[in-house]
């Protein structure tokens, strides 16, 4: 019987020979369902989080598919695939709830009765590093929403970061020809639906202000 590795190589790409030492390992380092892939000319390294143990072998190849998409930088379709796209959508309700922070929690209730009538359940919330590039994110595989440090302090611009990530967990992604897409049409549109027109231009320059701050900040003469 091949490997998991092998299987899911062949799968993808019929045509081509399998010549990598496949690994998979399952570890407890990770969140959720995340997952990543070390990748050298004559090996594939993929390191699962521990839940992946559980999930139909099926499913899993999937996972291993999408992740050979991105080293080789194809856009194959699989069912595999299309399984383990299904999953990604579904899982946050298997996901249990951990991490939290009281701000981020606040944040998260007011946005959610303002814009979903509270009908979005709570994912993991923490807060990242002082980022200035990578504002905010949300992980399927861990249902957790992430968000820079930089607006701990800021209520509205913080509920906006909140809310862009909140729609990413309820509208979650399509895939056409092989690709992902997040940041649609339908999710723009409601994206513009936050209460304060103004907000693209004010966390551009609270952005520029806090990073003028942060580079000159010159010590205080009394
Ligand atoms: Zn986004």
Redesign the pocket.
């Known amino acids: 019987m091949p490997s998991i590795v092998e299987e899911a190589f062949n799968g993808l790409y019929p045509d081509k020979e399998f010549s990598y030492i496949g690994t998979v390992r399952y570890s407890g380092k990770f969140h959720g369902y995340n997952a990543n892939v070390k990748y050298s000319p004559n090996s594939l390294d993929f390191k699962l989080s521990r839940n992946w143990k559980s999930v139909s072998r099926e499913i899993q190849i999937g996972l291993i598919q999408a992740l050979m998409n991105k080293v080789f930088r194809t856009k194959v379709k699989t069912m595999n695939i299309d399984l383990y796209n299904i999953f990604l959508k579904k899982v946050h309700y298997t996901i249990p709830k951990t991490e939290s922070d009281p701000v981020l929690e606040e944040s998260f209730a007011r946005v959610n009765e303002r814009y979903f009538n509270s009908i979005i359940e709570r994912p993991n919330l923490k807060f990242g590093g002082d980022s200035f590039t990578k504002l ?3 992980e399927y595989g861990s249902d957790t929403i992430i968000i820079s440090n930089v607006f701990k302090d800021d209520t509205l611009l913080l509920d906006y970061i909140m809310y ?2 909140l ?2 967990k309820k509208y979650k992604f399509y895939e056409k020809d092989g690709r992902s897409y ?2 649609t049409k339908l ?1 723009r549109t409601k994206e513009k639906e936050f209460e304060e027109p103004d907000i693209e231009h004010k966390l551009k320059l609270f952005l520029a202000r806090k990073k003028i701050k942060r580079f000159f900040r010159l010590p205080k003469i009394i």
Do not use: N, T
Request: no cysteine; proline share 0%.
């Open positions: 905010g994110s949300y862009h990530e729609l990413h997040h940041h999710f």
